[in-house]
């Protein structure tokens, strides 16, 4: 049994001894059992909180997330259902909330939120960065646009969230390709940049690099590069030649790592911007350098 299941159907139909069972698996939540070795994956996990509700739960936020698709999602967050319980055991948020039977899908035998009911319930129930970049990566994934997680919002008037889930739909952009690119995003509006286009193309005629986002009038390219982008020497070989490209075609573009701060990105924008002539001063709140 590489998969979870309630010990009391194992028990009942003969497949496990209680011997068995006791030596040989163990709970992860009440009656939900999982063999001694096996990893606690996202899947498993949000598989075995779908079999404690009894089969009638429905997997919501971030599992529901990574069911239809989206990546960079950890795999002990907590599984979040629609399934009235005062007090689900730790692992698992419980929320009785209202929905139509039009917002819930099957995937892979599970009842499941359909992605624009998900994307709603990130964006109530997140913290702004963390939903926008779960956001993105959902609409990368299944193609979803805010407008209709909007629609859906106004079906919602009173609940929990939903004011904050307005004004956070509105910032999806499925153009974004990791967290941080989603993070590097946000700071740049968040400054006072007009919003960036994401992915844009850059070609000198036989070859196309893609910039993370950047402003095509004004020809300012923003990249995030990670970690990979140093430690993979194919990689960084491949990163010289496109940046070559691009430079060549006209573009200034910033490379932003991890170790810049909110305010050292904002300088270097700023001075993009000025040496395009441009007087377009972005900000950042002094808490945030």
């Not at 030596?23 to 009656?31: D, V």
């Not at 009894?54 to 997330?65: D, L, P």
């Not at 070989?237 to 075609?249: F, M, P, S």
Request: aromatic fraction near 8%; charged fraction near 25%; proline fraction near 6%.
């Amino acid at each position: 049994m590489d998969s979870p299941f309630l010990g009391t159907e194992a028990l009942r139909s003969g497949a496990l001894t209680r011997a068995q069972l006791r030596w040989n698996y163990r709970a992860i939540l009440p009656n939900v059992y999982v063999h001694k070795d096996a990893r606690a994956s996202l899947w498993m996990r949000t598989k075995a909180a779908w079999l404690w509700s009894g089969r009638r739960a429905i997997i919501a936020g971030r599992a529901a997330a990574a069911l239809h698709g989206a990546l960079w999602i950890d795999s002990d967050i907590p599984i979040e259902l629609l399934w009235h319980c005062p007090r689900p055991p730790p692992g698992i948020i419980a929320r009785n909330e209202r929905f139509s039977f039009d917002e819930i899908v099957r995937v892979r035998g599970l009842y499941v939120t359909s992605p624009t009911r998900t994307a709603l319930d990130l964006a109530r129930h997140l913290t702004r960065d963390p939903a926008v970049a779960h956001l993105d990566a959902l609409a990368r994934a299944t193609g979803i646009e805010s407008e209709s997680v909007l629609d859906l919002a106004e079906l919602y008037p009173g609940a929990r969230g939903v004011a904050q889930a307005r004004d956070v739909a509105p910032l999806l952009d499925a153009g974004a390709q990791s967290p941080r690119e989603s993070w590097l995003r946000l700071v740049l509006t968040d400054a006072g940049f007009p919003r960036p286009r994401t992915q844009i193309p850059v070609t000198d005629g036989f070859s196309t690099a893609y910039l993370d986002m950047g402003w095509d009038d004004e020809m300012i390219g923003c990249d995030y590069d990670g970690e990979k982008h140093f430690s993979d020497r194919s990689r960084f070989v491949h990163d010289i030649g496109r940046n070559e490209l691009v430079a060549g075609q006209g573009w200034i573009v910033r490379h932003v790592v991890a170790e810049h701060s909110r305010k050292f990105i904002v300088r270097r924008v700023n001075e993009a911007f000025r040496l395009r002539g441009i007087a377009l001063r972005g900000t950042v709140r002094p808490d945030c350098a």
